[in-house]
């Protein structure tokens, strides 16, 4: 089973404050991602990255950078935090293929921005 | 680029009933295709992945159904009983990397 770690869990900024999100995925999937999940809107791509030292713009990147040091490790920065902002962040990561195509995700970040 | 519509956004059925959510997509492209499933302050979870073709997958108390040529998506929970209370989002893969979701439904099954 795919094991995505987020941190923190639970996450309170104040608004103009820089905010970083981590993921770690110990499963080698080259591929990781980025969501927010908001009522109304499902859940949205941010960034996505598809191995050590890409990221790639989703569809909502704007407000957010990503950082991919390594294949484990994904992380999602707020330089200037927004209340906009304020929403439920999961990472999920998966592997490159025809065959291997699930995603596996993180149990999520609850960020409020205040 | 992609949309995924899905439908509806909230289902109430009473134990027992089945329950239908539905999704169209607009890429005849897209390859893979997923339902997720998020239990109340949890996270998503796999219920079942098709590949492009019209086909019929049957799991433990549902259906799902992929129609290519109408690019319509569709999960039946066939009895469907209060454990099955959750939102279900599905999914569409349409290159090697992306994966753009629905914006979900939230079932309620009533005893």
């Known amino acids: 089973e795919a094991a995505v770690t987020q941190s923190p869990r639970n996450k309170v900024a104040v608004t103009g404050g820089k905010v970083t999100l981590s993921c770690n995925q110990t499963n080698n999937h080259n591929n990781m991602y980025w969501y927010r999940q908001d009522t109304g809107h499902g859940l949205r791509l941010i960034h996505y990255?598809?191995?050590?030292?890409?990221?790639e713009k989703g569809d909502i990147p704007d407000g957010y950078k990503a950082s991919r040091p390594s294949q484990e490790n994904f992380s999602l920065i707020l330089e200037l935090a927004t209340p906009s902002q304020t929403s439920v962040y999961f990472c999920?990561?998966?592997?490159?293929?025809?065959?291997?195509?699930?995603?596996?995700f993180g149990a999520g970040t609850r960020l409020s921005v205040l | 680029g992609e949309q995924v519509e899905q439908r509806p956004p909230h289902l109430s059925v009473r134990e027992g009933d089945s329950a239908v959510i539905t999704c169209t997509y607009t890429?005849?492209?897209?390859?893979?295709f997923f339902w997720y499933k998020q239990e109340p302050g949890a996270s998503l979870q796999l219920l079942m992945k098709v590949f492009s073709s019209t086909e019929i997958n049957e799991g433990q108390g549902f259906t799902v159904l992929l129609n290519k040529k109408d690019k319509r998506l569709s999960l039946n929970l066939t009895a469907a009983h209060p454990g099955d209370s959750a939102a279900y989002f599905c999914a569409v893969r349409r290159d090697a990397y992306k994966v753009i979701f629905g914006k979900g439904t939230h079932l309620h099954v009533l005893p």
């Open positions: 999920a990561s998966g592997a490159t293929g025809w065959s291997q195509n699930t995603l596996y």
């Open positions: 890429d005849p492209n897209s390859y893979y």
């Open positions: 990255s598809y191995g050590a030292g890409s990221t």
